[in-house]
Structures are given as C-alpha cells and as structure tokens.
C-alpha cells in the first residue's frame, strides 16, 4: 500500500490548505453574522468570486446539502498573506458547514459531525462524503487514513480499493481529502471535473495565491 510519502497526488495540506483549515477569528465573526441574516455589500469586484464558489459547490453536492441561494459567501483578498479565499457557513438537515476555497481548492468543515466521528474518522469522513455529494462519482470516495498532522488525523481517496475516475486529470472526487480533530470533520478537494479545461488546475501554492487580488481588501458595509 501507498504511504503519505510515496503517494504521487500531490498533499493539499500544504500553505493553501492549511491557511483554508485556520479560519481566521475576524472571518469567523463575518461568516457567522452572515448566516444569521447580515447582508454586507461587498465590492463587485470581489463579490463575483463568493458568489462563484457558493454555485460551484452545487454542481458536485447533493442538493439536500448544498448551499442554497440564501447562502452568503465573502471574499477576502489574500487572507493572511497567503491568498485570495472564499468564506461562508450555512446550515442543512446535516447541522452547519464551512466552506473555504481558494482558485483551485475547495473544503468544507463539518461543525456538528462529533457523534459522527467517533473512532474511526476515516470510515465516517467515506459515509459521510458519500451523502453529501452527488452522483455516482460520490460512490468513489472511499478513503484509507494517511497520518497525523498538527490539525489531526488525515486521509485520501483509496485508489486500491475504487480506482480513480479520471487518471491523469483532476477529478474533485479523486483529489478528495479528509481531515479531523475529533470534534469536526473536513473534507478538501480540488475544483475540477477530470477533463481538459482552459487553464491548469494545481494544488501548487503559488497558483493559488491570486484569484481576485487587487480589489478592496474590505466590505463596502460593516455591521
């Protein structure tokens, strides 16, 4: 079997996703008084990305737990000196989800998933996948566990036990991630469907550092 070593997919716990997990306290405070009911204006040049990663995250999750139009995303531009993210928390029949994204990486943070997770992360992080995305590629995300981080324990997609969708491509079901610190579960992925698109879809940091920069690094409206 593979190890976290010698695995070829590259490990999306790397800056980008670590600064994805880390969800700053002042983040925090916007994206929960935006999914109880605030609506900040923000510049439209940055609002076009919050409301592209809410839609994005629809074409691959099942519609019971997808974000609805309701659903309020914010844009902060390179957040921490890392990079451009995508920010929201809403609540399903599941409890509450964050979402973090980046260009090209997409995680959502289970908030409620502790009576999930018990003591086998790894076999609740594939139940619990497989419900929240759509399709037959959500049959695919069965994962094994890689290790331990300073986060907590984390996995990836088992290639020997379902053989992945679109080798040589990326397929956000192939790059699937989970992590956990026995309180949350995460699942991370990279945002492409396993075909040719018109740019390159990486987990490499430096990619991923500018999706909207340059706009307002700031609401047009504070609460």
Known sequence: MATAETDERPTLFNSIGLNLIATPASAWRDIEAAAMGWRPEQAPEIAWAATYARDWLCTIMAMEFAPDAQAVFLAYPMENGVCDTVRGLYRNRGGRIEVAQSRYFVALKLLDASAS??????????????????????????????????FGSFGARDFERVKPLAPGWVHWADAMHWWSDGRTLGLMTLRGYGQMVREVVTADPFPNKSWFSGAPARMLSSR
Not at 119 to 147: T, Y
Request: hydrophobic letters at 45%.
């Open 117 to 150: 997770i018990g003591s086998d992360p790894n076999g609740a992080a594939s139940e619990i996948a497989q419900m929240l995305f759509a399709g037959e590629d959500a049959k695919s995300l069965v994962f094994r566990a890689l290790g331990q981080r300073e």
